[in-house]
């Protein structure tokens, strides 16, 4: 079964962000200290991971990942400015996971959706609430040296450029994301 | 609750006819020439009237600088609200010297917003004076951080100091006494994969940084390296290698010993 052109675009889009998810990790990864050192490590080999799957899902469905040039990060950081420090790091980390649950989560309730795309979303999805609650936490443990209202403001911050960036993006590809139907969270 | 810190820094008065000679004197102390310094610094901080200037330059923790120099004159009482908070302005109604505490907390307010390196969207209100009759006293930005500021009255003017006190969390692997240009170049030629001789304090970060990845990874770096927190109004007036150094040079020296 091949892949129509949007679908394709789509699984593109989804794999090119995993790419910038590892790319951004990898730096992060390569940079901290302490206690986060494990999990910040994982989280970027789940990232690369999850580009891996998105590969093997394209071409099971008999295709080829587009080559697409830039991703939802670098909209982010366009729209919030470079994260200034580590715990902004992880705010804003927290917020696009957010996002891609909600995205992934609205791919499942497609009707369409073939069989590969459903096992590799999935799949992604056990890292992903994995990915949540690590940055949570880790965002708890930062109130000290941050300051508690500091983590609360960064996050109300970085929430609202992840609507104005998805609202952008829809506006951008809506055509591309139409099939999926319901409205976007 | 945390225990009281007690922050020793020496701070340089250069008051001229000339903005220009008093701001060279001031960052000499520093060793900072006027052409390589912008507003708001962590250090260095001028004011000046038509008549007369004042340039201020601070060695030891300081995380943000400012001077205000006004002379004194009538000021229409209806502009306190302008500048004041609310029980600022009940204390200056009360007060017998008005006239001149208004000036007075006027450049109070100046100095403040002028010690805040994250000044851009706030306003004199933002900044809470603790006692508004203190002449040596402390006030709070709105991000909570602590601006201790000193106020003297000579002859027809009124000058008044303030730098901001950040505090530095614990972990740092780096003493401030060997937070050269050279040692910090030695860290970024190891993430950049760049030689480090090649990099001078007026190279731009915009330059030697791959793209926004490569930028976070060299902050965040340097934080966890030195133990200090950096924020984006901090980073924002950031350009040059030389800025870069300079401001982890005054978080670094912040921190309590």
Known sequence: MSLADNDRWLLSYYRSSEINGALFFGRVARTIRGPLQANVTHHFADEAAHAHYWTACISDLDSTPLALGRGYQDQYLDAVGMPA????????????ERRVIGQYRRHLRYPGIQAAVRRTIERIMV???WHISYVRDALAGMAQRYGEAEVAQTLDRFDAADREVYARTLAEYGDRIAF?????? | MTA???HRVRVLVVTSTDARRALRLAGGMLGIAPTECSFPH????????DRQAAAVAVAGPAAGTGVDLEHLRPADPRTARFFLRP????WLRRCPARAVEHVRLWTVKEALFKADLGNATRTLRDYAIDDPAART????????????????????TILTVATAIHTRHPGASMPTSTITFDAVAARLGRILSAPAGGLTPRTFLADVAADSFELVEIVVDLQEEFGVTFTQADLRPILTLGDLVELLRARTDAAPD
């Open chain 1, 85 to 96: 420090n580590l715990m902004e790091v992880m705010a804003i980390t927290q917020v696009f």
């Open chain 1, 127 to 129: 890292d992903e609430r």
């Open chain 1, 180 to 185: 999926l139907a319901d409205p976007a969270p």
């Open chain 2, 4 to 6: 009281p810190v007690r």
């Open chain 2, 42 to 49: 962590p250090r260095l901080s001028l004011s000046h009237t």
């Open chain 2, 87 to 90: 029980e600022e302005e009940a």
């Open chain 2, 137 to 156: 006293g402390v006030a709070r930005a709105p991000t909570g951080e602590r601006i201790v500021y000193t106020s003297t009255r000579r002859r027809d």
